[in-house]
């Protein structure tokens, strides 16, 4: 099993934090992974998947332990040139890409650059698809005010009832997520969420993914169809844009369905590791 190592490094006098397992990038055949987490948490989430496969899984900015200055934007466009960036300071030319959640902004990347991504994995993504409508969590933060209203009540009690539609499995996200999270949920991490969100009314969604028909590589879209965020035919809608990508539905699996069934990571990694489309 590789060792998990952690990075540090600097983008524009920005800090940023990084995850690595496995051997060096330019001995990898397969190319390496790239994991990019969503909200509120971080690369935390990736190690059960570096630790099988390898690869690179970076705190976007705004989370966990990277930079989450004021001055930036914390948008859509903004991300995908943080992901080229990134790959520039690791010295990483092509990938495997993996997202969940507002990971999805790797997508914007992988539209932009397509030669630069050998294989695709969506795991319960934002969609940036036509038709979605945001979530209740979702309506208050983009609502100036009570967005920030909201943010600041969030302590460990609210964050564990709140936690508790987001799995499948009966209670609240385990203690090791709960801390995960709470130990970076920071203002810079909550302007980081309220800047996202509000930046990214469905039309501009629907609008990042305008290219995403044009993919060749292989894909794989893992949904957790008990996700109270994103509907599942959302997953279905991945699968079809994606040039028939395949499909794995879980209807015992929740917006992170690897919580759920610990049997996703096996899946992911042996699509990552297959050698044809």
Partial sequence: MPELREHTGELDGVPVFWRSAGAAADALDPPLALYLHGVPSNADDWS??????????????????????????YTIGEYDRFVERFLALVGVERVSLIVHDWGAVGLAF?????????????????????GYRWHRTARIWRTP??????????????????????NATPGPMSDAWLDSVLEHFDQGTQRAILRLYRSSPPDVLESAGARLGQLQMPALVVWGMKDPYIPGR??????????????????????????????????VVDFLSATSG
Wanted: charged share 20%.
């Fill in 234 to 267: 959302f997953g279905q809608a991945y699968a079809s844009v994606l040039g028939g990508a395949e499909l794995v539905e879980l209807p015992d699996a929740g917006h992170w369905p690897w919580l759920d069934r610990p049997d996703v990571v096996d899946r």
């Fill in 110 to 130: 992988a539209q932009r650059c397509p030669e630069r991504v050998e294989r695709l994995v969506v795991i319960n993504a934002m969609p940036f698809l036509p």
């Fill in 145 to 166: 005010g009570l967005g920030e209203l909201a943010m600041g009540t969030v302590n460990r009690r609210v964050l564990r009832f709140l936690s508790r539609e987001s």
């Fill in 48 to 73: 059960p998947f570096l630790q099988r496969s390898g690869g690179l899984a970076p705190d976007l900015p705004g989370f966990g332990r990277s930079g989450k200055p004021g001055s930036l934007s």
